[in-house]
């Protein structure tokens, strides 16, 4: 008999719930909520998914986005790189190619050997490139942010200007796949610039 109610004892119910204690323990010094930064409210924000991708995360109670996730393309395009680093990308850029081409100017007066100045011909024009890439990658993304857009539209819009230009006018395909590298280039040497 005591066999028997040393095993019904062994099988009851805890006083407190188990999974109270975990859940207290688990949450301990971590916030679910953020503040709103457009109505200051606190709130969980709500991800908004495009054909099971996440796109943004938004404000439950004014709908403004709190924050986006970019797509497979633009972080290729990006890395890991931010505003900051990718406005000193473009300046770095643009300086070598000033540099490079006050070199060249100054390559008769220097009476630089044939060699280097044609290094240096190469480097001016491999920068001059980047940089347009740079500035127009900062103005695709700087036009999206002011009118609130996701940036995918317009490189979606201008990758389709680009190969229905070439398709109609095949002495464009050339400049096309010129277009395409610049943007290739401008990437890799803005991840060179970021790992430096």
Not at 153 to 165: Q, R
Request: glycine letters at 6%.
């Amino acid at each position: 008999m005591s066999s028997q109610s040393s095993l019904s004892d062994r099988f009851k119910r805890p006083s407190q719930s188990i999974q109270a204690q975990s859940n207290h323990s688990m949450f301990k010094g971590h916030h679910a909520t953020v503040d709103c930064p457009e109505c200051h409210r606190i709130m969980v924000p709500r991800v908004i998914t495009y054909y099971g991708q996440p796109t943004k995360s938004i404000c439950p109670f004014c709908g403004a986005t709190f924050a986006r996730f970019p797509s497979g393309f633009k972080r290729f395009l990006t890395g890991s790189e931010n505003r900051k680093l990718s406005l000193t990308v473009l300046r770095i850029t643009t300086l070598i190619t000033l540099g490079c081409m006050a070199l060249l100017s100054l390559s008769d007066w220097l009476k630089l050997p044939d060699p280097i100045g044609l290094y240096v011909f190469y480097a001016a024009v491999i920068f001059g490139i980047t940089c347009l890439a740079e500035l127009l990658y900062q103005s695709i993304e700087f036009t999206a942010v002011k009118l609130s857009h996701e940036s995918n539209y317009y490189w979606a819009s201008l990758t389709a200007l680009v190969a229905i230009a070439a398709i109609q006018n095949s002495s464009l395909l050339g400049y096309a796949g010129g277009f395409f590298m610049a943007l290739l280039l401008r990437a890799t040497i803005s991840r060179l610039i970021q790992a430096l």
